[in-house]
């Protein structure tokens, strides 16, 4: 299976801040990532696929790159809306596998 | 406007079984594969299992393979998920997830979920 590991796994910052969340992938996965948003008690919500392509109506203060083992994710101005957890998920091979989170809390 | 509704989740015993059903509504539906995943109480995502767009091709984490069987209803536009043999690692939320393009893609939608509970 492939592992997918975060970093950190939680953050605090404040609105406005750059914030970059990194996502390594135990083998390489070309660009079948992708990442996915999730506020408490509510459903996930798709955010970014294909590594670097955001999904539609995603503010385009979210960006993503990388391919083969290493990602990010970056929100260049976190606004409050943004206090989330976020994950990183393979789609490479099966089976499909979500890195552990990250949770971005207000500093 | 793409639409999933999950239902079916509960209270159920050890060993026992319930089934999960899943309406989609807003796209066509005999055109993409569906998913399902869950998350434990406080923890992350976990990928449950997946069906491909004709329901020919099904595809299962090791940790539920033989216990819970993914179907699709065309005909209702439902995807379902039989599960017995019930453990009480099982209790999770179980979301419905839309699978971008082809078997093997991104879920680009996801339903609101439905809590499953196993204890005695």
């Known amino acids: 299976d492939i592992q997918m590991t975060q970093s950190p796994s939680s953050l605090s910052a404040s609105v406005g801040d750059r914030v970059t969340i990194t996502c390594r992938a135990s083998?390489?996965?070309?660009?079948?990532l992708a990442w996915i948003q999730q506020k408490p008690g509510k459903a996930p919500k798709s955010l970014i696929y294909?590594?670097?392509s955001l999904q539609s109506g995603v503010p385009a203060r979210f960006s993503a790159s990388g391919s083969g083992t290493d990602f990010t994710l970056t929100i260049s101005s976190l606004q409050p809306e943004d206090f989330a957890t976020y994950y990183c998920?393979?789609?490479?091979?099966?089976?499909?596998?979500f890195g552990g989170g990250t949770k971005v809390e207000i500093k | 406007e793409v639409q999933l509704l999950e239902s079916g989740g509960g209270l159920v015993r050890p060993g026992g079984s319930l089934g999960l059903s899943c309406a989609a509504s807003?796209?066509?539906?005999?055109?993409?594969?569906m998913s399902w995943v869950r998350q434990a109480p406080g923890k992350g995502l976990e990928w449950v299992s997946s069906i491909s767009a004709s329901g020919y091709n099904t595809y299962y984490a090791d940790s539920v393979k033989g216990r819970l069987t993914i179907s699709r209803d065309i005909s209702k536009n439902t995807v379902n998920l039989q599960m017995n043999s019930l453990r009480a690692e099982d209790t999770a939320v179980y979301y419905c997830?839309?699978?971008?393009?082809?078997?093997?893609?991104?879920?680009?939608?996801w339903g609101q979920g439905t809590p499953v509970i196993v204890s005695s």
């Open positions: 807003g796209f066509t539906f005999s055109s993409y594969a």
């Open positions: 083998q390489g996965i070309s660009e079948f």
């Open positions: 997830a839309r699978v971008g393009y082809g078997d093997l893609s991104d879920f680009d939608y």
């Open positions: 998920q393979q789609y490479n091979t099966y089976p499909l596998t």
């Open positions: 294909a590594a670097s």
